[in-house]
């Protein structure tokens, strides 16, 4: 069955700090992964997509088929990144269904 | 932000009746999906539709049912039948299924009392 795992809950770095928020999923096919971030009081919105293969407010992610992992990283980590922050896999035949991790929530502390 | 809506923001029903959950769109998107959001458990989907007068149900659609007559608006209905509907519900779109982005609205906080 596709999973996404996200197996922290709750990540505190400093500021100015490395970050990587990890994400790992479960699927046969060639997948489509995603990072979405959720800010305080602010809608769920996309951060990130590994086809694009960009960099988002100094954000990377990097799809790695091995170990099929789609970890987050970014190398110095500021007080306004703290977010809960979601994986996501989307199944682009068949179901069409996106999947979600349970999330990470980062703090980054002054 | 606009573009997707959902009213309202709170909710409040008694125990046994049946509410009403309103999102509508207007990016012209294919797909729109809805989504139980809880504390620790992510997002999980209830229900979830490619195009007019056709949708699918989720991993947890007992106790849910949907409608999709237009292509701007996908209404959730949460029943009596639901044993635990006091959430967080999240309402989303994309151009089309599977393939891009979802667009999510604010959300609606529905509290069973």
């Not at chain 1, 992610?61 to 703290?82: C, I, M, R, V, Y």
């Not at chain 2, 701007?72 to 039948?81: D, N, R």
Request: with cysteine; charged share 20%.
């Amino acid at each position: 069955a596709q999973r996404v795992t996200q197996p922290e809950k709750l990540l505190s770095v400093f500021k100015g700090a490395p970050v990587e928020l990890k994400c790992n999923y479960s699927y046969s096919g060639s997948p489509e992964l995603f990072w979405y971030v959720q800010y305080s009081r602010q809608r769920l919105q996309l951060l990130l997509r590994h086809i694009s293969r960009e960099s988002i407010k100094g954000f990377t992610a990097d799809l790695n088929k091995g170990e099929t992992s789609f970890h987050l990283k970014k190398p110095f980590a500021q007080e306004e990144d703290s977010a809960m922050y979601y994986c996501a896999l989307s199944i682009p035949s068949g179901t069409y269904k996106y999947i979600f991790g349970t999330g990470t929530r980062l703090k980054v502390l002054a | 932000d606009g573009g997707i809506t959902q009213s309202p923001k709170y909710l409040f029903r008694k125990e046994g009746q049946n509410v009403t959950l309103s999102c509508e769109q207007n990016l012209n998107h294919d797909a729109m999906y809805w989504y139980r959001q809880d504390p620790g458990q992510g997002l999980r989907l209830i229900y979830y539709s490619q195009i007019v007068n056709d949708f699918q149900k989720g991993d947890i659609a007992e106790g849910y049912s949907v409608s999709r007559e237009k292509k701007e608006s996908f209404p959730l209905t949460v029943t009596s039948a639901q044993k635990n509907p006091t959430a967080f519900y999240l309402c989303a779109s994309s151009p089309t299924p599977g393939l891009n982005e979802q667009f999510f609205g604010p959300g609606t906080r529905l509290t069973v009392l």
